[in-house]
């Protein structure tokens, strides 16, 4: 069974650094990119990037390139997602999938992720 | 990139049909059959329902269809049911600047 397991929620101040992480398990992490979808409070999906296992090589989309960084640790397979400075717009729920073949196959549970002061 | 167009939500009886209309451009939805659907229960994941324009995954009920002309791709649900309740998104590949994909705004489906 492929499943995709994230870290719980986070609460953090602005400007303080953030990395989450996407275990999984169930098939082979190299041979499938991994997605990061962002989700804030009441509002819809949004696709932040991808990277791919075998390379670590990432494609960001422009509304989050240089504002968070994609990376796999290939020996445990897990994904991560990075701030280095966390603004308070950055409140919402996380997702890490599964690209397949032109659609996102399999979803962790999400990550919370509050920064307020 | 802007996000694919859906209308914001739509309605039905029980056992009624409804459709979900996902608007593009030449980029994306009318460019490739990378074609997806997710439905999302309130305080869950989504979870795949269609790809390629028009399979449905394991598991899934077949009272989920979808369909694509030009730069529209619809997803329709037969025999509504009140689990089908929830939001439905769609997304698309896409050869727009230096995106991989694309989501649609997101429609809420609510049974009567």
């Known amino acids: 069974e492929v499943l995709l397991v994230q870290s719980g929620a986070e609460v953090k101040k602005p400007g303080e650094s953030l990395t989450i992480s996407c275990k999984t398990s169930?098939?082979?992490?190299?041979?499938?990119?991994i997605t990061w979808v962002r989700q804030m409070p009441g509002k819809g999906l949004e696709w932040m990037g991808r990277?791919?296992?075998?390379?670590?090589?990432?494609n960001y989309s422009p509304s989050f390139q240089g504002h968070v960084t994609m990376s796999v640790d290939k020996s445990i397979g897990t994904a991560y997602l990075q701030w280095s400075s966390l603004k308070a717009s950055d409140t919402a729920m996380y997702y890490c999938a599964r690209v397949g073949v032109g659609d996102f196959d399999h979803w962790g549970q999400g990550t919370l992720v509050t920064a307020s002061s | 990139q802007s996000a694919l167009t859906q209308p914001a939500s739509v309605s039905g009886s029980p056992g009624q049909s409804l459709t979900i209309s996902c608007t593009g451009a030449s980029s994306d939805v009318g460019g490739y059959t990378y074609v997806s659907w997710y439905q999302q229960h309130p305080g869950k994941a989504p979870q795949l329902v269609i790809y390629?324009?028009?399979n449905r995954p394991s598991g899934v009920s077949n009272r989920f269809s979808g369909s694509k002309s030009g730069n529209t791709a619809s997803l329709t649900i037969s025999g509504l049911q009140a689990e089908d309740e929830a939001d439905y998104y769609c997304s698309s590949y896409t050869s727009s600047g230096t995106l991989d994909y694309v989501f649609g705004t997101g429609t809420r489906v609510t049974v009567l």
């Open positions: 990277i791919d296992p075998s390379d670590s090589h990432t």
């Open positions: 390629d324009v028009n």
């Open positions: 169930g098939y082979t992490f190299t041979t499938y990119y």
